[in-house]
């Protein structure tokens, strides 16, 4: 159920790096200028509703070395139950290394309610050598990998899922402009559907934060909440 769509739960867009060039020139709504840039000690932390009520937590964080080398560590917690006894749990732990703009290393690690994958991935000359339990292979350099923090995901056709190393085939849908509600005010926001295996619509502020992501999974309605502005 999760592992698509966190085709997921994005690249950088740090000013001059190889993500802000992947962003969009015009258009109504759409990041034109001063896009906004993950910093040392900046960290995206959303609650995670099912059907409305908390199902657990989605984190992004990032810290930036003194050479300018980014890394982005994204933790999920998900879980859900009867009473005292877990139905359903899925944990997935994932870093990015980022060099001037390039994705240079990927690992991460997936319980997805007992079912358990992995990805290491390491740039090698002009692509990336792939070693995933759905994936063992070279993958272009330059693919974004399937965490949305990034907006120039969407403008991707392609993602490296962060739980097994798959080369995720995507679709990305503009859906024009919503208002979103952040920390219980409302935020102008661009809409995009990206249709794969499961369909995730997300949402991004006009500096290219991501603010919202919905889904739906076994007919049940997952919704993220951004906790704070960052």
Same mark, same amino acid.
């Given at each position: %159920? ?21 962003? /969009?020139?015009? &258009?109504? &709504? ?22 409305? @009520? /908390? ?10 070395? /003194? ?15 009867? #009473? /005292? ?20 290393? +990927?690992? #991460? ?5 007992? @079912? ?8 090698? $000359? ?15 350099? #330059?693919? +974004?990998?399937?965490?949305? =923090? ?16 798959? +080369? ?7 859906? $024009? %402009? ?5 920390? &219980? @005010? ?6 995009? +559907? %990206? ?7 997300? =949402?991004?502020?006009?500096? #290219? ?22």
């Amino acid at each position: %159920m999760i592992r698509h769509a966190f085709t997921t739960v994005a690249l950088s867009l740090l000013l001059g790096p190889a993500w802000a060039d992947n962003i /969009p020139a015009s &258009g109504p &709504g759409l990041v034109t200028e001063n896009p906004w840039q993950p910093q040392d000690g900046d960290r995206i932390a959303f609650d995670v509703l099912r059907k409305g @009520k /908390p199902f657990g937590t989605h984190t992004v964080s990032f810290t930036v070395a /003194p050479d300018g080398t980014l890394k982005a560590t994204t933790d999920v917690r998900l879980k859900a139950g009867l #009473g /005292p006894i877990t139905v359903f749990h899925y944990e997935l732990d994932a870093t990015e290394t980022w060099k001037d703009g390039t994705l240079v290393a +990927l690992k #991460g690690a997936v319980d997805d309610n007992g @079912k358990d994958g992995s990805v290491s991935a390491v740039r090698a $000359g002009d692509e990336l050598e792939v070693n995933g339990t759905e994936y063992t292979g070279e993958a272009p350099l #330059g693919i +974004l990998p399937s965490s949305h =923090w990034n907006f120039a995901q969407t403008q991707a056709k392609e993602l490296l899922s962060t739980e097994d190393g798959e +080369l995720l085939k995507v679709k990305v849908i503009d859906k $024009g %402009m919503d208002t979103v509600t952040v920390a &219980g @005010k409302p935020v102008d926001a661009h809409h995009y +559907l %990206m249709d794969s295996a499961i369909d995730v619509d997300l =949402w991004y502020d006009d500096q #290219g934060r991501w603010v919202k992501l919905s889904f739906v999974a076994r007919d049940q309605q997952i919704d993220y909440v951004l906790t704070q502005p960052y």
